[in-house]
């Protein structure tokens, strides 16, 4: 079993490999392979490399950061969606089922309608996600006498709903010729403005946010079991469902805030993840991490390169994940295993 184990990392680590090198590659101004690790040495060794200077460009100014973006917005999807599936015993449920990505989306197009910058959407972006849960969780924790995963998804689905309201009337008021096609972009999903300042970000939430759950990793099996099962056991489920609930959207909250509304990942990734794995959260977490960095990868490289104009990410994960969607709720079996 541990070989097993070993060697699907060791296939996913492979095929994240491979999509990074080709992302690294293709594109309107292709980088032969060789050139790549040349430079990719030389910028680690600070050795000169003696290849054109516009190679170097591409590779560590234009491709690198949006590379990393999306291994670090892919892991952080796939990672929480993970772990939402584990906390809702149900392998449709996706991170933005507690309204993350409605109140992303909002705090994002109120920064856009107000004319700001960069830095300040998607703060308020981030900012708007977290505030969104935390409503979510103080219904859930005010309605007694009720399932408290049942109010908690009833409540995030009545907030989403409300904060599309607004998301829509937001989009009615914005000005047409400017502020209307950069919301209706930022919702569509988009990686390519990504520089470094984002990296150096993000990635310090999206790393705490992980952090959690690989150190509870054990604990968070216990969550398929019944409260009361799980108290039998030594084990608190509702501490243990809200450190998941606070790192899962946070790394949500940061991924979308840099990213934009990419959905889907965190749905059909950790699915895949568990049919290779099995439902241990010790070891489906790991393989979806890696499956989702790579396929978000594979995804934006092919949205740039596909079509003389960039495709949004989110229509494309849309036109993958939703037969996979739909094959899954054909085929899902009574409750959670």
């Not at 609930?245 to 950790?270: C, E, F, K, N």
């Amino acid at each position: 079993m541990k070989s097993r184990q070993s060697l699907m990392l060791l296939a996913a680590a492979a095929a994240l490999a491979v999509v990074i090198a080709l992302a690294f590659t293709v594109g309107r101004y292709p980088v032969p392979l060789a050139d790549l690790l040349r430079i990719l040495w030389s910028w680690a060794g600070g050795a000169p490399h003696g290849l054109d200077s516009t190679l170097e460009t591409v590779v560590l100014q234009i491709r690198g950061p949006r590379v990393i973006a999306a291994v670090l917005v892919g892991a952080a999807l796939a990672a929480a969606g993970a772990a939402y599936q584990n906390l809702f015993r149900n392998p449709l449920v996706s991170p933005d089922i507690l309204g993350v990505s409605a109140g992303a989306a909002v705090g994002a197009i109120l920064g856009i309608f107000l004319s700001l910058g960069v830095v300040a959407i998607q703060s308020m972006a981030f900012a708007g996600g977290l505030a969104a849960v935390g409503m979510v969780y103080v219904v859930a924790r005010a309605v007694r006498g009720h399932d408290p995963l049942l109010v908690l998804v009833l409540a995030g689905v009545v907030l989403g709903a409300l904060l599309g309201a607004c998301v829509a009337l937001m989009k009615y008021l914005a000005d047409p010729y400017n502020q209307l096609p950069a919301i209706t972009y930022w919702l569509l999903g988009s990686l390519a403005s990504t520089d470094s300042r984002d990296m150096w970000v993000a990635a310090p939430l999206l790393l705490v946010g992980l952090l959690p759950l690989w150190l509870l990793r054990w604990r968070i099996n216990v969550l398929s079991l019944d409260d009361e099962e799980a108290r039998a056991l030594g084990v608190s489920a509702g501490r243990i469902r809200l450190v998941v609930i606070v790192a899962a959207t946070l790394m949500t909250s940061a991924a979308v805030a840099i990213s934009g509304v990419i959905g889907w990942i965190g749905l059909v990734i950790p699915h895949f993840a568990r049919l290779l794995t099995g439902p241990d959260f010790s070891k489906l977490l790991p393989v979806s991490v890696l499956l989702g960095a790579g396929f978000l990868v594979a995804v934006d490289t092919l949205a740039r390169t596909m079509a003389n104009i960039e495709v949004p990410l989110g229509v494309l994960t849309a036109f993958v994940g939703t037969p996979l969607f739909l094959w899954q709720l054909a085929t899902a079996r009574r409750g959670w295993q």
